[in-house]
């Protein structure tokens, strides 16, 4: 008998955005508690043949996959997943500090912005080692208005909803495993002069390593001998 190859992981080590446009972001959060992908699908319909008490034949219609509707809790107030998918405005101070927040505005289109979402999930050996982690991707994103609730006693933690609609023909989901979380590089002066096999790296910045370019967003690791792109 074939056994089934099994991986343990838990937790979520890292949300991530990457956003679209023509000046893309990479933001990283470690706040985010839970997250929940909903698949969302046309379904299929079943229709059958029956004489009274005799089913002749049946005619069935799989369902389709068209994408996933993702639930977000937060365990803090961030101003950039507000923005992002709240789709309103941030007020920064003259330091940068979060002075406040405009939602968009009541009965009007709002301008959301495009994005990928990812979540890292660590898989752990016997000891509660952690040996790998599995990055979920959810490209073609965008939020919907934040849902929050306050309890005397009790700390604010924010829910969002992410819908995740792929271009016809792509893939809905994407999982990848990495040795080890990437690294934030934004040029090819960031990178270590002897990286470990394994390392990872994701440019936050476009930038070019011998013959391998990375746009925003886009990530390679290191075989031993040299750094692969990771499609």
């Not at 301008?111 to 990812?118: D, P």
């Not at 006693?153 to 080890?180: H, I, N, Q, W």
């Amino acid at each position: 008998m074939r056994h089934f190859t099994t991986n343990p992981i838990v937790n979520i080590a890292r949300a991530e955005i990457v956003t679209e446009g023509s000046n893309p972001r990479v933001m990283s959060f470690e706040t985010v508690s839970s997250a929940k992908p909903e698949p969302f699908v046309s379904e299929g319909e079943d229709k059958e043949l029956r004489v009274r008490n005799t089913i002749l034949a049946q005619h069935l219609l799989e369902d389709i996959i068209k994408g996933y509707n993702i639930k977000l809790t937060d365990c803090a107030l961030s101003k950039e997943l507000l923005e992002v998918i709240d789709g309103g405005t941030a007020v920064s101070s003259a330091v940068g500090s979060f002075e406040g927040y405009r939602s968009p505005a009541a009965g009007a289109e709002s301008a959301r912005t495009r994005f990928t979402l990812r979540l890292y999930t660590a898989e752990k050996d016997y000891g509660g080692e952690a040996v790998a982690y599995f990055r979920f991707s959810f490209p073609n994103c965008i939020g919907t208005p934040a849902n929050l609730s306050f309890e005397e006693g009790s700390f604010t933690t924010p829910e969002y909803t992410v819908k995740s609609r792929p271009p016809y023909g792509k893939c809905a989901m994407t999982v990848e495993c990495l040795d080890c979380l990437p690294v934030y590089c934004g040029s090819a002066d960031e990178l270590p002069e002897n990286p470990s096999e394994g390392f990872c790296v994701l440019a936050t910045a476009d930038f070019t390593v011998g013959e391998i370019a990375l746009a925003v967003g886009e990530m390679m690791y290191y075989d031993g001998e040299s750094y692969q792109k990771i499609a």
